[in-house]
């Protein structure tokens, strides 16, 4: 099972082939900003074998700042429309637990909650058992409130992973998986924009 | 790669339109079209992350339909073209990331293309090749400026210095009760009303510092001063005459702007195009000054006019007919562009 992977649900961008949980290759980028300039490059650094297609392709759904989500997604639908290859999302936020996992960040017992910066003081997060899987959430809420709640329920809270494609990869291949719709959370804002004048 | 009819795969995604369009060569196959309009409406105006959510969901099926309406698969494509500004960056992102995917996904080069540019390319798929040099007039709810086009290059004569023309449309449509977008409802208003009844002003019509720039922000505060004016006299208000009067307005400052352009730089051609360039005064006006003028006017059919697919399409295929050079895989989508930068 060879499944390429992208998240672009925070400000790491990242992309990666993974045949059967093991990591072909892959390339990531770090800036708030710039995903859909650093995807394209990303992409080639890859040095994908365009006439021996993945059998699935992975995207990270967020939750995470909806522009650069939206830059993952659109990627990963456009490639699966390309390669007439099928593509599944999976939420960011289990692709942060798989690696807090990976990286034993919490103790192998412990009922763990996984956040990612969602800009206004507040937080993506979710709650895991032990082994990953998604027990509460994903939510958004202010990073004070997220705070307490860890120290009322004496919870460990990581907060400073960000999701991996091969993380994605990994979410995938065991099964959890979702629509490629992004995980918006909030509601679009209502705000008429300033026209773009030239 | 030069290719003489080049399968081209536009994509358009810098307001609120989802548009892909498929053309071969100069030859328009497919333009389809995936609006959020409606869900603006209840703003006055298009709201980003609306337009941009809009996009993503929309992208997938236009690309389909825009290959089945063409009869076309994606292994067909030579190139892949996208808008890459000036717009709504959260929108032409959604844009750029589909497009650079397809590119590379089916190893196909890729254009990122200047959106105004376009605009006038797109007058090649129903009259065949520009003729150059040419002026391009430019008027929607977000642009309104003056291009010229000569051997290939595009420059900037003139812009509004505030709002765009479409926008004073919605502008003086609201202060009218009319809903947006409101330049389709102030030309269906205007067509029972005097252009004549009230004289509202033309804004920079001699100033030779500004020939070619337009201004439209005192027109909606003179419409509404002449409204509150009628109320306080206790005159009723005919939105007809309104309408019409405000259309003459525009029309007369957009049409002698463009002529006094064409003569100014020897460009016996003018090209309108942009969501304005529906408006069936404008187009009647530009008519007539231009046939008095001797100047050739070119009008793309109103689906052509407003923001779509095919017209990046258009213009990605005229690069690469030219031999331009594709985009490098990690350009931006960007909210500034002038129209000089065609290509990225
Ligand atoms: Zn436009």
Redesign the interface.
């Known amino acids: 099972m060879k499944i390429l992977a992208i998240d672009t649900s925070t400000e790491l961008t990242s992309i990666a082939l993974v045949d059967s949980g093991t990591v072909i290759s892959m390339a990531s980028h770090t800036d708030a900003r ?8 990303l ?2 650094e890859l040095e994908l074998d ?1 006439s021996s297609l993945p059998d699935l392709i992975a995207c990270g759904v967020g939750p995470g700042p ?2 650069g989500l ?14 007439s290859v099928p593509v599944v999302g999976v939420c960011s936020l289990d692709a942060v637990a798989n690696a807090i996992i990976r990286q034993e960040l919490v103790s192998p017992s412990d009922e763990f909650i996984a956040a990612t910066d969602a800009r206004r003081k507040e937080y993506y997060w979710a709650k895991f058992d032990s082994g990953g899987k998604r027990l509460f959430g994903p939510n958004v809420g202010l990073t004070e409130v997220v705070r307490e709640l860890v120290l009322e329920s004496r919870i460990s809270l990581v907060a400073d992973v960000l999701p991996h494609a091969i993380d994605v990869a990994a979410c995938a291949l065991r099964g959890d998986q979702l629509d490629v719709t ?1 995980m ?1 959370l909030r509601e ?6 300033v ?4 | 790669m030069r290719i003489n009819e080049p399968l081209v795969l536009g994509i358009e995604t ?2 609120d339109e989802t548009g892909v369009g498929i053309v071969r060569g100069r030859e328009l196959l497919s333009n389809a079209l995936a609006s959020s309009v409606e869900l ?1 409406a209840r ?8 337009a ?2 809009a996009h ?1 969901e929309a ?2 099926p236009t ?2 339909l825009a290959c089945s309406q063409a009869g076309v698969s ?1 292994s067909d494509i030579d190139a892949i073209a996208v808008t890459a500004g ?5 929108a032409l ?10 590119a ?4 196909k080069p890729i254009y990122g293309v200047n959106h ?1 540019a376009a605009h006038v390319m797109v007058d090649e798929l129903e009259h065949g090749p520009l003729p150059e040099p040419v002026i391009g007039l430019l008027v929607s ?3 309104s ?1 003056l291009i010229k086009v000569v051997n290939g290059d595009f420059t ?1 004569l003139g ?2 210095l ?3 023309a479409g ?1 004073a449309f919605d502008k003086v449509a609201r202060l009218l009760g009319l809903p947006f977008p409101g330049g389709p409802m102030i030309d269906q208003a205007a067509q029972n009303g005097d252009p004549n009844a009230i004289d509202f002003p033309r804004a920079l019509r001699t100033d030779p510092a500004h020939a070619f720039n337009f201004s439209f922000s005192g027109l909606k505060t003179a419409v509404a001063r002449w409204v509150k004016e009628q109320q306080r006299l206790g005159n009723a208000i005919s939105v007809p005459d309104v309408a019409a009067s405000v259309q003459e307005a525009i029309a007369d400052i957009l049409t002698s702007k463009a002529i006094s352009a064409a003569v100014d730089q020897n460009a016996p051609h003018l090209v309108i195009a942009g969501g304005v360039a529906a408006n069936s005064r404008l187009r009647a006006l530009a008519a007539e000054r231009c046939a008095l003028a001797g100047i050739e006017l070119r009008v793309p059919s109103p689906a052509l006019c407003t923001d779509n697919g095919a017209m990046v399409a258009a213009l990605g295929s005229h690069l690469l007919r030219a031999g331009a050079a594709p985009s490098p ?5 960007t ?2 562009l002038a ?1 000089s930068e065609v290509l990225f």
């Open positions: 710039g995903h859909v300039e650093a995807i394209g490059a992409f080639t365009l909806y522009t939206r830059v993952g997604i659109a990627f990963a639908q456009g490639l699966s429309a390309a390669w992004p918006y679009a804002d209502a705000q008429p924009s026209r773009v004048q030239l | 810098s307001c603006h703003f006055g105006g298009v709201v980003p992350e609306v941009s959510r993503l992208m997938l690309i389909e994606l000036p717009g709504l960056v959260g992102i959604v844009g750029v990331a589909s497009a650079k995917a397809l590379l996904g089916l190893g105004l709810g977000g642009h400026s900037s812009q509004t505030d709002d765009a926008e895989v990690d350009f931006p989508a909210s500034t129209v």
